[in-house]
Structure formats: structure tokens, C-alpha cells
């Protein structure tokens, strides 16, 4: 089975510069999630989809991240302008609906450096 | 609000030691589900274990084990007889329960294990 594939693996960008990352998640898993990990943290949700919706976005910052997930499958989340505080770690993981709660899959994440 | 706590922010140990990493959780739901990710260099958050809030049975997977205490909100993990694959950043998450399926997990801080021969 393929793993969550996300791209690109890194990404230098100058500071009010529009970026994109895209995810694709393990097949037949209509959850996916995007999460923020700054250097020695733990990963932050941004924003959960089930199939094509948002269910929560409430730690998206909003004035300036936008995500969306066409078809329920692909997303992409991007940010524009970009600031110098959004050099983190994106994180795109997927689950299935199952028994229980489903652990949550990993992408590789982008590596974001905002110069 | 839901916290989970990794007061250990890094481990050294030499290989074939035993190395117990340590989890506390806050949460004021009854019903919960713990895990713990080990994130390599590669960057990839891998999956060890779940749990819910009901079993409290230990768990042990090869040379992993689990101690899962409610008593004191704890789920720590212990490497027995460690090796230098083990080195990497070890997460420890709470999941809180609202659609029945989906997560939506709190970390901890991580904590960094360097395995040396």
C-alpha cells in the first residue's frame, strides 16, 4: 500500500511570497488533515477534511492560509504571502474511517524556509 | 483543553540498554485514545500503538512495551535493550473523541532518543 505522498519535499521562499503544498493521500482514506511542526515541537492541526469538507479549520489562520480538497482526495494547501514565522514543517497525514478511532498516516511533510 | 506532556527533552543512551520514555496527558474527557509516533530523520511520523482510555492492559510489541497508568495520566514507553535504529524523535499524541472516527491528535513535545553503540 502507498504511504501519503506530499510534495515538494522542501521549499525556499522569499517573505510575502505565495507558496503550495499538495498532498495525496493512501487510497480509500476520506480523512486527511494538515498539520504545522515548527523545529522542536510537535505537530499543530491546521485544518481536518472528511471526503471534501472541512470540518475543522479552526487553527487555519485564515487572513492568509487557504486549503481546499477537490473530488475528496488530492489537497493543497497554500499560503499567501508568506511570513518569516511560517518556516515550519507542513504535515499532511490521512485516515480511514473504521473501528474506533483510526491512526493518523504521515506524509514526509515540505520543509517551508521563509527568508 | 487537552495537554500532553514530554518533560524529557532528549536521552542518550548506549545500545543494548533499556530506556523508558515518558508521557502525561491532561483531559477532562472520559473517553480518549493515547498513541505514540517515533519520527526518524526522514521526517515521516510512523505509528507504534494506540490505545484507549478503558484498557489499561500493558502492551508489548517485540522490544517495545507500554505502561498505561490512569491513575496518573501517564503512557510511558519503554525500549528494552535499545539499538541504534531506535534513535529518533519519539511523540507521544491524545485524541479526543467527537465523530466517533476521526482524530484530532495533541502532542507532546517530542522527545529525542540518540542510541550509541
Known amino acids: 500500500e502507498a504511504g501519503v505522498v506530499q510534495s515538494p519535499r522542501y521549499k525556499i521562499i522569499e517573505k510575502k511570497q505565495p507558496v503550495a503544498f499538495w498532498c495525496n493521500p493512501i487510497s480509500g482514506h476520506n480523512t486527511l488533515y494538515w498539520y504545522r511542526q515548527n523545529l522542536g515541537q510537535g505537530p499543530e492541526l491546521l485544518i481536518r477534511?472528511?471526503?471534501?469538507?472541512?470540518?475543522?479549520d479552526s487553527q487555519l489562520p485564515k487572513d492568509r492560509f487557504s486549503a481546499e480538497r477537490l473530488k475528496g482526495v488530492d489537497s493543497t494547501l497554500k499560503i499567501q504571502p508568506a511570513e518569516l514565522g511560517d518556516s515550519a514543517v507542513y504535515l499532511c497525514?490521512?485516515?480511514?474511517?473504521?473501528?474506533?478511532?483510526?491512526?493518523?498516516?504521515f506524509g514526509n511533510g515540505t520543509r517551508l524556509t521563509v527568508t | 483543553a487537552q495537554k500532553v506532556t514530554q518533560a524529557q527533552t532528549e536521552i542518550s543512551v548506549v545500545e543494548k540498554e533499556d530506556v523508558t520514555l515518558d508521557c502525561v496527558y491532561e483531559t477532562r474527557d472520559t473517553t480518549y485514545y493515547l498513541f505514540w509516533y517515533k519520527q526518524p530523520p526522514s521526517g515521516e511520523l510512523v505509528f507504534l500503538i494506540r490505545r484507549n482510555s478503558f484498557d489499561e492492559q500493558n502492551e508489548i510489541s517485540g522490544r517495545y512495551s507500554w505502561n498505561f497508568q490512569k491513575s496518573t495520566s501517564s503512557f510511558n514507553f519503554t525500549i528494552t535493550a535499545s539499538q541504534v535504529v531506535d534513535s529518533a524523535v519519539y511523540f507521544c499524541a491524545l485524541s479526543e473523541v467527537n465523530t466517533g472516527t476521526a482524530s484530532k491528535l495533541t502532542f507532546g513535545t517530542g522527545t529525542r532518543l540518540q542510541v550509541t553503540l
Open positions: 477534511y472528511e471526503n471534501e469538507e472541512a470540518v475543522d
Open positions: 497525514a490521512s485516515s480511514a474511517i473504521g473501528q474506533g478511532i483510526s491512526p493518523l498516516h
